[in-house]
């Protein structure tokens, strides 16, 4: 049977799927300072930190509509799956599920089926590895969603931030605080939760030791981690997320790593020099 994986672009491509047709990243809009840039392949993301960092106001992102949607499922897979950005953090899963609607009313008989990941970033990514492995070893259509599924719950997803300013924009940090921090050098690590919100975990001084306090509470959660991709994203700073899975490889094993750099939307949320694990 053919498939075909679509993922919002809050979701980082490996190599191998920009030239498969099977793939399709649809892409969420992002604002800074009333620019509109689209989070595409034309996304220039030296560019964009600087825009951010020269712009007061927060960077915002907008949602594929559903009729964006509804044009990447109308397709001749007989199976078609899409993976969007946890619903606690965008409008996407939703706009998702009625374009999906929209499609089944003109036709009833397409198999569509949208995952809400609870993550973001290479989260993502991973669950479309998964439906990719799910049928590429011939699972259903039914089989594959509950694979998928049980995957995404047995997923947790970890970040450090070395740039506050877009939490400080944002409200969801004092400026006061976020001057403290910045003086104290405190960089918190962030979590997410079963819902996929976000919260904190734990902080450290210095970047390279909260590096270290992701990596420890990332083991704790490490369980039959020789049978999971460990998957990182950076933005800028490739040799922070070459540190942090040294340090991971020394006290877990695992089936795979996949490291990639940010795409828009995930530059956006990690800012310059953000690293995000998922295991």
């Not at 300013?165 to 979590?191: C, D, F, H, Q, Y």
Request: hydrophobic letters at 40%; a negative charge.
């Amino acid at each position: 049977m053919s498939y075909k994986i679509i993922i919002d672009s809050c979701g980082e491509f490996i190599e191998e799927w920009k030239e498969d047709s099977r793939f399709e990243s649809v892409p969420l809009t992002l604002n800074v300072g009333g620019e509109m840039i689209i989070d595409d392949e034309t996304f220039d993301q030296e560019s964009f930190i600087k825009k951010v960092a020269a712009c007061p106001e927060c960077p915002k992102s907008a949602c594929p509509s559903p009729e964006r949607y509804m044009k990447a499922y109308d397709c001749d897979a007989d199976h078609i799956y899409a993976v969007t950005l946890s619903s606690e953090l965008s409008g996407s899963y939703n706009s998702a599920v009625l374009g999906k609607n929209l499609l089944l009313e003109e036709h009833p008989e397409k198999k569509v089926y949208v995952f809400n990941s609870r993550s973001a970033s290479i989260g993502e990514t991973l669950i479309g590895m998964k439906i990719q492995e799910c049928e590429e070893n011939g699972l259903s259509f039914e089989e594959t969603i509950e694979a998928v599924e049980a995957y995404i719950e047995s997923q947790n997803t970890f970040f450090v931030l070395d740039d506050l300013e877009t939490l400080r924009k944002n409200g969801r940090l004092s400026k006061v605080k976020s001057l403290v921090a910045s003086a104290l050098k405190i960089k918190p690590v962030m979590g997410s939760t079963p819902e996929g919100t976000i919260c904190q975990l734990d902080q450290a001084r210095g970047i390279n030791k909260a590096l270290v306090k992701m990596s420890q509470n990332i083991v704790v959660k490490a369980e039959n981690s020789q049978d999971k991709v460990l998957a990182i994203s950076h933005c800028n700073c490739r040799e922070r997320a070459e540190l942090l899975k040294n340090a991971l490889l020394e006290k877990i094993s695992v089936k795979d790593v996949v490291i990639l750099d940010t795409a828009g939307v995930s530059t956006m949320y990690a800012n310059n020099g953000g690293v995000i694990a998922v295991l």
